[in-house]
């Protein structure tokens, strides 16, 4: 399998090159005299990402699709993300193939940009969640 996610049966939507990765960690940080400080993990996932996926000059027809599948999501219901993961190794039983890794993400930002005729650009902001 690829970089992406499916949308729709078995459509898939490949994103372009460059796809970005954003991460935060969740910290609880306790300040004392003389700059001391102890610092501590929020929760057992404290680790937070953002990935940013950009669909450039595609089809309206393809933009449209995948915004429906985003759409009936509402930013509530996770789908499944693969990822490039070169610390993977093969998995035969499992989604993501040798280099790949698969992880759960709700997309609740996504924005349309109408380019000329027929094809429009999507990018689309999707936020890891942990859970099964």
Request: aromatic residues 16%; hydrophobic residues 25%; neutral net charge.
């Given at each position: 399998m690829t970089i992406g996610f499916i949308y729709s049966g078995s459509n898939y939507a490949t994103p372009d090159k460059g796809l970005s990765r954003q991460t935060k960690h969740a910290v609880n940080?306790?300040?004392?005299?003389?700059?001391?400080?102890?610092r501590v993990a929020k929760g057992i996932n404290s680790q937070g990402e953002t990935y940013?996926?950009?669909f450039n000059n595609r089809t309206a027809e393809f933009v449209d699709d995948v915004v429906v599948f985003l759409d009936a999501q509402k930013?509530?219901?996770?789908?499944?993300l693969i990822l490039p993961d070169s610390n993977q190794s093969s998995n035969p039983s499992g989604p993501a193939g040798v280099g790949e890794k698969e992880i759960k993400v709700v997309a609740d930002t996504y924005t349309t940009t109408y380019l000329y005729g027929t094809f429009y650009s999507l990018t689309v902001s999707v936020r890891r969640v942990y859970e099964a």
């Open positions: 940080v306790s300040k004392f005299g003389d700059g001391y400080e102890q940013n996926l950009q930013g509530i219901t996770k789908f499944p």
